[in-house]
């Protein structure tokens, strides 16, 4: 081989290497929590939106994240479920502000405080993209009606019902606790119906401590149901042990094991994916989460994933600006499992009256609450702290002042 033809074939292989490294680089590599039937939708969102995406998932977001960050292996973006997290990231300077984006359309399109929760020092960090309505409780209509039960409007009925269930030979609730977070939703739900809207957020930011009146009757008054191993499926070492998703599947098998079940709305298509018999307002329903205290009403609590960018590249801008439009929403609402916060987005849109029902309990709420532990620090709220400490009182009921006090010393030292 002469001189040029070596120097032309040195000169294609190098053309086609960083043609391949371009191509690389043109996918949006994002790390989140996200699988299954939601990771499946998100990627025909992003598909729409003409980008490539490369999804990393995991259960312990914050710990990779650390890690990354550690060895400066960052992704483009994160989906953060946790608006602590968010804010702490960004006065750290990790993360880029979402200046591109149009102010008038975000404000057209969102509530002020979606865009307050996501900012920081007067900057837009994070865009809330999926919303969840976690103050609802799911049943199967069919055997409520074959066992002649009738929803229940105020806690003290829904705790009626359950010791109805057990007298018949029924197990009455299926909880998962293996990983913490679901159980956190409980205590917010109770805590807002017995302590109300003013005491929650002092709670949130440390102004009431662990110990006080108020956190202890939100355990004890969830007590009612997880300090009595009768009224779980499979106990407290059964509950312990299992996943949401699994609990979940225990009341809408065929066969039901457990006949209430209490979590976000984004269970429901987890469940009729899994579970093919199921129909969304056949077999699956849910009622509101009832208050407790009647002067409290009735609030609801939601939480949000936000989408946050360490990297701002022209295909990073290009997938947030899609995803923050109505279309992004709009599209995601019609493939199921996705309840939008975007003001302009009809509720026509939903594939269902399970969602739309959630939906518009979302819109028109008189109280609207974020999830508390998605708010505190992320040592206070998370793994390590009050999911754990749920974990350890289901466990233990008896050692609710020794929980509470270790959760005091944790958030005394965060705060």
Same mark, same amino acid.
């Given at each position: 081989m002469n001189k040029k033809n070596i120097t032309l074939s040195i000169l294609f292989i190098l053309v086609i290497a960083l043609t391949s490294c371009g191509t690389k680089s043109d996918a949006v590599s994002i790390i989140g929590t996200w699988g299954g039937t939601e990771l499946r939708n998100f990627k025909k969102v992003c598909a729409s939106a003409g980008v490539k995406i490369k999804f990393e998932t995991t259960r312990d977001l914050n710990s990779l994240l650390e890690t990354r960050l550690r060895s400066e292996n960052v992704p483009d973006i994160a989906i953060l479920p946790n608006p602590a997290k968010l804010l702490s990231l960004a006065k750290r300077g990790h993360l880029r502000p979402l200046s591109f984006l149009s102010k008038k359309k975000l404000t057209r399109d969102y509530n002020s405080h979606w865009l307050k929760m996501g900012s920081y020092a007067g900057k837009l960090?994070?865009?809330?993209?999926? @919303?969840a309505n976690k103050s609802i409780i799911w049943y199967n209509p069919q055997e409520f009606k074959k066992h002649g039960w009738k929803i229940p409007k105020t806690w003290s009925k829904l705790m009626a019902l359950s010791k109805k269930m057990l007298a018949a030979g029924k197990t009455p609730w299926s909880i998962g606790a293996d990983i913490g977070w679901p159980l956190s939703d409980w205590i917010e739900n109770i805590m807002a119906r017995t302590s109300g809207e003013k005491n929650y957020k002092k709670w949130i930011e440390h102004e009431i401590p662990w110990t006080s009146p108020d956190v202890k009757k939100a355990f004890v008054t969830w007590g009612e149901i997880v300090s009595k191993k009768d009224f779980l499926y499979g106990g407290r070492d059964g509950t312990l042990a299992s996943s949401f998703q699994n609990a979940a599947f225990a009341v809408f098998r065929k066969d039901p094991k457990a006949y209430l079940y209490y979590e976000g709305?984004?269970? $429901?298509?987890?469940?009729?994916?899994?579970?093919? =018999?199921?129909?969304?307002?056949? !077999?699956? %329903?849910?009622? #509101?989460? #009832?208050?407790? %205290?009647?002067?409290?009403?009735? #609030?609801?609590?939601?939480?949000? %994933? @936000?989408? @946050?960018?360490?990297?701002?590249?022209? !295909?990073?801008?290009?997938?947030?600006?899609?995803?923050?439009?109505?279309?992004? =929403?709009?599209?995601?609402?019609?493939?199921?499992?996705?309840?939008? =916060?975007?003001?302009?987005? $009809?509720?026509? !849109?939903? #594939?269902?009256?399970? $969602?739309?029902?959630?939906?518009?309990?979302?819109? $028109? @709420?008189?109280?609207?609450?974020?999830?508390?532990s998605d708010l505190m620090h992320p040592a206070v709220g998370n793994k390590g702290g009050f999911w754990d400490a749920c974990k350890r009182y289901i466990q233990s009921p008896d050692k609710l002042d020794e929980i509470l006090k270790d959760m005091e010393r944790l958030a005394v030292k965060h705060y």
């Open positions: 960090y994070g865009l809330f993209y999926k @919303a709305d984004f269970i $429901s298509g987890i469940i009729t994916q899994e579970l093919k =018999h199921v129909k969304l307002g056949k !077999n699956i %329903d849910f009622f #509101p989460f #009832p208050p407790i %205290d009647p002067k409290h009403g009735n #609030p609801i609590i939601v939480g949000a %994933d @936000a989408l @946050a960018a360490f990297k701002l590249t022209k !295909n990073v801008k290009k997938l947030i600006t899609y995803l923050a439009s109505k279309k992004a =929403h709009e599209q995601w609402v019609k493939l199921g499992g996705f309840i939008s =916060h975007n003001r302009n987005v $009809s509720l026509k !849109n939903y #594939p269902d009256y399970v $969602s739309r029902k959630s939906a518009k309990m979302i819109s $028109s @709420a008189k109280v609207i609450l974020f999830d508390a």
